[in-house]
């Protein structure tokens, strides 16, 4: 079962940042923060994880706060091709052992 | 550098049939899991292989097994169809250490008629 808690669903204007929660309420001490999205019909596509720090790299940032029960994934430019499920996953050593919930479905309307 | 394959993408059975999918991983991967997505319980793990062993599995009945290969190939095998078995299989590669990323295929859609 997941362990993670996010809204079903989320829309934003294109051009405008995306900002996506999620809780970890679970979340061990050696447990990475794991971001994915799938886009219909395709196979979910990595976007980015941490562990404690903040992560940024050329499709998002990640914001995790200090004690690690929620972060927070941003899209700083939302376009229409951004819109998709978005995954938050919490795994550790296990990590192929990967437990998706049912994501937030983001839509990004013109 | 190719993705995940995974053969075929689309397959039609009857229920009592049995299937086996095939996953090719990404070049230098050892680890290989497989996913069951369905409208109604969303995306599943299944069981992952490592290095020809499995590693972790998950709360599937014993008509789903699995297996790799020394090229790190895996099939997986679904046996006695059930309607019920209807769904997009995914499999992810991946080196098979800790805190690292999942790449996907694109899937198999399996209908069980």
């Known amino acids: 079962d997941a362990k993670t808690t996010q809204p079903p669903s989320m829309d934003c204007a294109e051009g405008r940042a995306a900002n996506l929660p999620c809780n970890h309420s679970t979340i061990s001490g050696n447990e990475y923060v794991y971001w994915y999205r799938q886009i219909h019909s395709q196979g979910p596509q990595y976007i980015i994880h941490g562990l404690k720090n903040n992560e940024t790299n050329e499709m998002a940032s990640l914001i995790i706060t200090e004690d690690r029960k929620s972060s927070t994934l941003i899209l700083p430019h939302a376009t229409l091709r951004d819109t998709a499920v978005y995954y938050c996953i919490d795994a550790g050593y296990n990590n192929n052992d990967m437990r998706f919930g049912a994501g937030t479905r983001l839509t990004v309307k013109p | ?113």
Not at chain 2, 21 to 30: A, D, F, K, M, V
Not at chain 2, 76 to 83: D, F, G, I, K, P
């Open chain 2, 1 to 113: 550098k190719a993705g995940v394959t995974q053969t075929p993408r689309y397959l039609i059975k009857t229920r009592g049939q049995q299937v086996t999918l095939s996953c090719s991983p990404i070049s230098g991967h050892r680890s290989v899991s497989w996913y069951q997505q369905t409208p109604g319980q969303g995306l599943q793990f299944l069981f992952e292989y490592f290095s020809e062993t499995q590693r972790n599995k998950g709360n599937f009945p014993g008509r789903f097994s699995g297996r790799q290969f020394s090229n790190s190939r895996s099939e997986m095998n679904v046996s006695t169809l059930e309607l019920g078995d209807s769904a997009l299989y995914l499999c992810a590669s991946s080196w098979g250490q800790w805190g690292e990323k999942l790449f996907f295929g694109s899937g198999t859609q399996l209908s069980v008629l």
